[in-house]
Each structure stands twice: as C-alpha cells, then as structure tokens.
C-alpha cells in the first residue's frame, strides 16, 4: 500500500492511502473518516467488546430459562449451550472488521459457573486480527412465572362436576381428571406455559377441579359433557383488579352429569313397554328395551332425565341356565335365586341356541340383558 501525503494528526507518521471508500464519512463506520497510521489505529482498536460476567436466570423447579421478559422451556440437560446462545448475544464485534470468525470453548469450573473462552479472528485495513476473550458465565437460580402461580395456588377457574339426583361414579370422576390433564398437555405442548393444574379435589358430592385459565376450564367442561351428556353451566366471581385497573374475574363451570348411566337398567313412569338398559346419556336418553330388544329414545321434552325408577345395573345382573326356548317372544330360564323355571319375556337380541343367558332379577321381575358388546 502506498503512502499519501497525509500524515497521521497523532504522531505525525504518513498515513497509507487508502480506496476513496474507506475514506469517505460512514455514519457506521466512524473510523473510516479519521486517517490515522497503522499504529495509532490498532492503538485504539477494540476487536470485540464482552462483558466481565454474565449470568443465566434459570427456573429452580422447571428448569426453564429467563431471556428478556419471558421464560422459555429448553428442556436441557446441562446449560452450556444455554450460556453460549447469551454469550453471543452479549458480544459485539467492531464494524471495522471484515471476514469475522469464531469458535467457543466452554469450561465446567463447577455446578452453577461456565468459563467461555472465545477466539475472533478477522480481517481489519487488510490485516489478519485475533483476539480471545473470558466470560464467565453464572447459572443463577429463580422461579417462573408459572411455577410461582402455581406455588401460590393461582388459578382463574374451577371445573365441578355434578350429578343429577346421585352421585358422580368413580369412573366418571377418574376419566374428568384424565380430560383435565390431557388439555392441560395438549396446551403445554403448542407453548402455553400459563396451562397447568392447580388442584384436584373429590369433595362428596363430585369433584372440583381448579385450572389456570378460563379458556382450559371451558374446554375441560364441554369435553366431559362431550362424553357424558349433561349440562354445562358458567359463572363470574370478581376476584381482583389488576395494575392497570381492569377487574379480574373467576369462572366456576358447573357440568351437571345425567341422572342415569349406561349400563344402569331403569323402569319408565307411565310406560308400559318394559325396563329400558340405559345406553346413553349423551342427548336425549337412548336405550334397548329388556322386555323386545327394541331401542329407546327418549322424547324431546323427556330430554336426558324422564321420570324413572331404578331397578339395578348390568353388573347385577348374573348368569342362568336357558331350560326352552317357548316360541318367538318366550323363553324360559331358571330363576337365578330360587332355581325354579321361569317363562319370561324373549327379547330379539337372545340367541335361540344360547345354553345360558344373563338376567336382571328386581321388583320388576325378571329379565334377560342384552350381550356386553351390544352396548354403545
């Protein structure tokens, strides 16, 4: 490179020339307007500009990382990468430099501190730079937002489940606590950090379920009437106001479960067609009546709880040899309890070379139940 006849305002050196565009004013390279000597230059040059420390904010019982405002969910064995990915963000590399390489070498010194040795190099003014420098890297310890909700028993809204005229089975409270937690899951997994079970308690009369949002209640609440059948009701509690004002309300869904289960065998008021085995309780009430083995559904009105008295369920049901088969609508069976033979009504679903047959003995008589597999 030639010399011009510039002379360096430092020292007094001549100062090389240098192409028109390098020398011309750059707002992002204030540097390229000062013609300083070689010397003087790399006197002042900083290649990269790092911080004496820094420290990663993790969560001490999720394991989630702070970066900004909000917490991220890494799911990481150790945090080297972690202080890496801060590193980089930290350091900032002069704009001089063209041609910018680097590499990291990170350095376990104990359980909560990494030391990131790092190599630059570059081209500045034609001449290869290097440069190492240390950040010590410190794993601090703190709690996120969701698990400090969730330490202090936040939630926005409550699921109760109820029953009409009876209790909850425990099958029906055991498949909600599933439902709650497979939402909560499928929330988690698109992101949501604010998705998460508060507390699940079974009180005598159901179950009561507190949930962080609003939204995974609603949804909590119509999957187990999806199921089940029954009603969904909301209301608003005024809970709090937030920093700005605005006033923050809880929502209790209340879903109220039908009076009758499938597989429970019930005697329809002013009906003389027969017990009815419950099949559904999923809009209006459907069944199969235990006198023909035609199907039932209840009327519009009737809805999913007609009037009814309950006779028994199918696990009372017990097992009874068949003596004949009388003719199209009879069949005769022994009497599970007194052994004594019995002509009673055959419905179309009994197979007529069936050796043996289930029934229902109650106050309404006896009666043979359909196969297990008929049932929806």
């Known amino acids: 490179m030639s010399e011009s006849r510039a002379f360096c305002p430092r020292c007094g050196d001549p100062v090389p020339d240098r192409p028109p565009e390098e020398s011309a004013a750059d707002p992002l390279r204030p540097s390229a307007s000062v013609d300083l000597c070689q010397s003087c230059y790399f006197d002042d040059f900083e290649f990269v500009d790092a911080p004496d420390t820094l420290e990663v904010l993790v969560c001490a019982r999720c394991g989630a990382v702070r970066r900004g405002n909000r917490w991220v969910d890494i799911d990481a064995d150790d945090y080297t990468d972690v202080a890496i990915d801060a590193v980089t963000e930290a350091l900032s590399v002069h704009v001089d430099v063209d041609d910018v390489a680097w590499q990291v070498d990170p350095e376990h010194v104990d359980q909560n501190t990494i030391r990131m040795h790092c190599l630059f190099t570059g081209l500045v003014r034609d001449e290869p730079v290097d440069e ?176 009814a008295r309950r006779l028994g369920t199918r696990d009372d049901g017990e097992e009874t040899t068949v003596v004949t088969v009388e003719d199209e609508h009879s069949i005769q069976v022994l009497d599970p309890e007194t052994y004594e033979a019995k002509t009673i009504a055959r419905p179309a679903y009994v197979d007529p070379e069936a050796e043996t047959v289930p029934v229902l003995k109650s106050r309404a008589g006896l009666h043979v139940l359909p196969p297990e597999e008929s049932d929806e």
Do not use: W
């Not at 998705?195 to 179950?207: Q, R």
């Not at 509690?237 to 109220?256: H, I, K, M, P, S």
């Open 132 to 307: 190492t420098v240390v950040v010590p890297v410190t794993i601090g310890r703190g709690t996120c937002t969701r698990c400090g909700r969730i330490a202090g028993n936040y939630y926005a809204s409550i699921v109760q489940l109820r029953a009409a005229d009876r209790t909850p089975t425990a099958t029906e409270i055991d498949r909600t606590k599933e439902i709650a937690n497979a939402v909560v899951a499928e929330m988690e997994a698109t992101g949501d950090r604010n998705a998460f079970v508060t507390e699940m308690g079974e009180v005598d009369d159901g179950l009561n379920i507190k949930l962080s949002t609003t939204k995974i209640g609603k949804k909590v609440a119509n999957k187990v009437r999806e199921e089940f059948g029954g009603t969904v009701s909301d209301s608003e509690t005024l809970v709090t106001e937030d920093e700005d004002g605005n006033e923050v309300y809880r929502v209790t869904f209340a879903v109220r479960l039908p009076p009758y289960v499938p597989g429970e065998v019930i005697d329809l008021a002013d009906d003389d067609d027969g017990p009815v085995l419950v099949r559904s309780a999923r809009g209006n009430l459907k069944g199969v009546r235990l006198r023909t083995g035609e199907r039932y559904e209840a009327s519009y009105e009737e809805g999913i709880a007609p009037e």
